[in-house]
């Protein structure tokens, strides 16, 4: 059972313009939630988290958007450049600190 | 600073091998986690470790993984024997704190297992 579901397994964009990336949750005990990136041979790299008492935290071009009563959170590039062009997790975590991953989406900034 | 170093890049070996992968946090950071990641997957966590201690290690196959973190810094993750379905990427993260929840990553090891 997904408990964390990216239903986007890719998404094209132009550069300039905005990147939505989407992820579902189902489990309610779900309390901190967090988007990784991640280039071709490397590691996931730590992007841009929400705490589940807040419904949106912005940093940069990046903003990130908190629905619990839809359990939806989502990604906001803006504006896109083709250096964002990388797969994309939504993690979120529990009560037991375990970092629960979805499958990511493969983000594609055309210039 | 230095990030989360893991040896080696890649490794391939014939199935009913040993392998073994090295960790090497990021320093300060007392928390270490080794993940899993499949192809077309996101991580799965197989074990994490406060200081020298496995916290949770229950989604580690027990019967042919072990990991350790003898002083608290490295660890080292050991599939004995390799079997064709473990070929994956195996990642290790570090954070700070009990436990931090932004851990930072290592570049991986990718396995395969012929």
């Known amino acids: 059972d997904q408990q964390v579901k990216q239903n986007s397994p890719s998404l094209s964009v132009q550069e300039g313009r905005i990147s939505i990336l989407n992820c579902d949750y189902t489990?309610?005990?779900?309390?901190?939630f967090l988007w990784y990136k991640k280039y071709p041979a490397e590691g996931p790299t730590f992007l841009i988290s929400?705490?589940?008492?807040?419904d949106k935290n912005e940093d940069g071009r990046f903003t990130v958007f908190l629905n619990k009563s839809a359990k939806h959170l989502s990604l906001h590039i803006v504006p896109s450049q083709p250096g964002d062009s990388a797969v994309y997790f939504c993690a979120a975590k529990g009560s037991n600190y375990k970092l629960t991953f979805g499958k990511g989406t493969l983000l594609t900034v055309n210039p | 600073e230095a990030g989360v170093v893991q040896s080696p890049r890649y490794k391939i070996i014939e199935k009913k091998q040993p392998v073994a992968f090295w960790c090497n946090p990021i320093?300060?950071?007392?928390?270490l986690y080794w993940y899993l990641q499949n192809l077309g997957q996101g991580p799965e966590l197989l074990i994490r470790?406060?200081?020298?201690?496995?916290?949770?290690d229950s989604q580690l196959p027990k019967d042919r993984f072990s990991a350790e973190r003898l002083k608290g810094v490295d660890s080292t993750l050991k599939i004995q024997p390799a079997e064709l379905g473990d070929s994956a990427v195996y990642l290790c993260a570090s954070s700070h704190g009990s436990p931090g929840y932004e851990q930072y990553f290592g570049p991986g090891t990718r396995l395969t297992v012929t």
């Open positions: 470790y406060e200081n020298e201690e496995a916290v949770d």
């Open positions: 929400i705490s589940s008492i807040k």
């Open positions: 489990n309610s005990m779900f309390d901190y």
């Open positions: 320093s300060g950071h007392n928390t």
